[in-house]
């Protein structure tokens, strides 16, 4: 299947998952600054800023900086709007269960299915699921496809373009740059193909 890495891409949003649904820690900072060495300057931000920052772009609405994380809210301007309920029933078709991901309790309270960490978990899950179920890998990758043209590539680039606005550390301006890098992933012809028959 040309124009997709599986493993990587569902790393990538693995990767992004745990950035939104979680405060960083001293060890994901320096595990993200081995990573990313010599190719991105993550800064020497103290963690505390780190977390503050966290909290003031995905958690306080009164923040000047707050940038709603949530699919119906970019896209229609309220939460739990259409998007949130089409995401919802996606997961429970498919058992994935945003609860039982590692995520601030916030998340896991107020429980909107179309929160941008849910959504990145959820499709890296597919993708993991396609790599090792070798007879549903299609319908897996087909799957995983049509979720991403119809809610993450409609919105990732304008929110991650607006996360790099709004950031002040170099952290959460990667952020930006990895979710803009999800919106663009590419597929191939054979999974599209293996979409539109469904």
Known sequence: MAGLNIPNAAALCELAAALYLKPPSAELVSDLNELFAGTENLGGDPLPVLVDEYHELFFNPAAERFHAPFE????????WGEQAVAVGKLYRQSGFDPALLQSESYWQSQRMPDQIGFELAFFAALLRNAEGQVEARDDLLATAWGFHQAH??????????GLIAKARTALYRL???LTIE???LQFGLAVERSFAEL
């Open 152 to 161: 993450m590539a409609s919105w990732f680039n304008a929110y991650g373009g």
């Open 175 to 177: 952020l930006g740059r």
């Open 182 to 184: 999800v919106s663009e």
């Open 72 to 79: 119906s809210f970019q896209r229609g301007g309220r939460y």
